[in-house]
């Protein structure tokens, strides 16, 4: 996906990105109809490359783009009446006369992907495919889903995840695709909602079809000593951490990210329609619109507020409320360790590694010597009869070597630096 920083069309779309969505909105009648159609326009841009633009554009990129969102309007409006003529009339069993071949032969294949869905639910865990069918087919409460159960949120929050990992599965093994890059993802996407009044004899799993497939996705996976900053959509943006692996994904109701390993600063759009929600080991963070950084440091997670306020759950189904200034660290499958930075003194620096520099207080030195490897390919490694040495200090990341050479001041340890350009720290002889 080409970056808004290179892209003078993307950087245009995400200045005007609430504008657009109103003019949908009252193009369209239906807030959820816009929401899809400004991430479609979205889409439709970033897949466009510039040299194959009219020379108009150039000239004014907001009229281009406000032309490319109209056009889209226009589109759902023709295929909605459409449909609308195709099926309303339509008794049980008979098929539209006239140029009905095509019609019947997309109806079918549409019966039958969604029977692969069926098929799928069918075989999952019978806990699994209870919260997922209350949670996108009833509207249950997640709340109420999880005590029903007998479980925490972010096991709910797992549950269906691992349900919807599912029948994307099942869809990808139907359509005969492997692992299709995010642009073949949307072409079936779009390929498959076309015609989704066809489906007209199985609502339920319609809607349940509707609700599942996302409308963009991206992963991103960095070398140490890399970052990566990428604008969203939906006009938030991700700082990812060196080392880092995330997987973004935008739903008509949710927007999602799931961070695997290494840590990621979040300044996230307002949307009270589809609320932002990071996922980290077993830890979820819940978000409208706010700045804030997750990381994971072994089994740990931390969370930390810029602005605004961010609902953190715990693996054992404890909650924090989060605001400005305050963090939180949770360890994976139990509770909350250390208590929100309110009252505390002056807040430390959110995410300080964005301005090239790491802040550890009483932290032991193994996990030092690992949040260090984020930003150099080469061994950083830690004797275990030193590795729980309190360390307080600021290490500019940029000079990493220098500040692992001036270690044994202030430690009673000794630091080698190898031939392959890797460090050893033991104990002091």
Same mark, same amino acid.
């Given at each position: 996906m080409p970056g808004s920083a290179s892209n003078p069309l993307l950087s245009c779309y995400q200045e005007h990105y609430t504008g657009l969505l109103h003019f949908l909105i009252k193009r369209t009648g239906c807030r959820e109809t816009a929401h899809e159609l400004v991430q479609e326009t979205w889409l439709s841009l970033a897949e466009k490359p510039l040299d194959s633009?009219?020379?108009?554009?150039?000239?004014?990129?907001?009229?281009?783009?406000?032309?490319?969102?109209?056009?889209? /309007?226009?589109?759902?409006? %023709?295929?909605? #009446? &459409?449909?609308?003529? =195709?099926?309303?009339?339509?008794?049980? $069993? +008979?098929?539209?006369?006239?140029?009905?071949?095509?019609?019947?032969?997309?109806?079918?294949?549409?019966?039958?992907?969604?029977?692969?869905?069926?098929?799928?639910?069918?075989?999952?865990p019978e806990r699994t495919r209870d919260?997922?069918?209350?949670?996108?087919?009833?509207?249950?409460?997640?709340?109420?889903?999880?005590?029903?159960?007998?479980?925490?949120?972010?096991?709910?929050?797992?549950?269906?995840?691992?349900?919807?990992?599912?029948?994307?599965?099942?869809?990808?093994?139907?359509?005969?695709? /492997?692992?299709?890059?995010? %642009?073949?993802? #949307? &072409?079936?996407?779009? =390929?498959?909602?076309?015609?989704?009044? $066809? +489906?007209?004899?199985?609502?339920?799993?319609?809607?349940l079809w509707r609700h599942w497939m996302p409308v963009y996705r991206a992963d991103f996976a960095l070398v140490p000593g890399?970052?990566?900053?990428?604008?969203?959509?939906?006009?938030?943006?991700?700082?990812?951490?060196?080392?880092?692996?995330?997987?973004l994904a935008y739903y008509r109701t949710r927007r999602t990210a799931h961070l695997r390993q290494g840590g990621a600063f979040f300044a996230v759009a307002p949307d009270s329609a589809r609320p932002f929600t990071v996922t980290a080991l077993d830890v979820s963070v819940e978000v409208l619109g706010? #700045?804030?950084?997750?990381?994971?440091?072994?089994?740990?997670?931390?969370?930390?507020?810029?602005?605004?306020?961010?609902?953190?759950?715990?693996?054992?189904?404890?909650?924090?409320?989060?605001?400005?200034?305050?963090?939180?660290?949770?360890?994976?499958?139990?509770?909350?360790?250390?208590?929100?930075?309110a009252g505390q003194g002056a807040a430390a620096p959110v995410a300080p590694w964005r301005e090239g520099w790491l802040d550890f207080q009483h932290t032991p030195l193994a996990l030092v010597a690992e949040r260090?490897?984020?930003?150099?390919?080469?061994p950083l490694q830690v004797a275990p009869a030193v590795g729980g040495l309190p360390v307080i200090a600021r290490v500019n990341i940029a000079e990493r070597d220098n500040w692992l050479r001036l270690l044994p001041a202030i430690l009673p340890v000794e630091a080698r630096q190898g031939v392959d350009g890797g460090w050893r720290i033991d104990a002091r002889r």
């Open positions: 633009l009219p020379e108009s554009a150039g000239q004014d990129w907001r009229a281009y783009i406000y032309t490319v969102a109209a056009n889209r /309007a226009i589109d759902h409006q %023709r295929h909605a #009446r &459409r449909t609308c003529e =195709r099926f309303a009339e339509l008794p049980d $069993g +008979v098929e539209a006369e006239a140029g009905a071949g095509s019609d019947v032969v997309r109806r079918y294949a549409h019966r039958e992907a969604l029977r692969a869905v069926q098929a799928c639910l069918a075989g999952l919260i997922f069918l209350a949670d996108r087919l009833e509207g249950e409460k997640r709340e109420d889903i999880a005590r029903r159960h007998g479980v925490s949120l972010a096991t709910v929050e797992r549950e269906i995840m691992l349900a919807m990992d599912h029948v994307e599965q099942a869809m990808l093994n139907w359509q005969g695709d /492997a692992a299709p890059e995010r %642009r073949g993802r #949307r &072409r079936n996407l779009a =390929r498959l909602l076309g015609v989704g009044a $066809g +489906v007209a004899g199985l609502p339920a799993l319609w809607q890399r970052f990566h900053g990428e604008a969203l959509p939906d006009g938030s943006t991700v700082l990812l951490d060196g080392a880092s692996i995330i997987a706010t #700045r804030f950084a997750v990381d994971i440091e072994r089994n740990w997670v931390r969370v930390d507020v810029e602005s605004g306020r961010v609902q953190v759950l715990a693996g054992d189904g404890g909650q924090r409320l989060l605001t400005a200034g305050q963090s939180a660290r949770v360890r994976a499958g139990g509770s909350f360790v250390e208590p929100s930075g260090l490897s984020r930003y150099s390919t080469e």
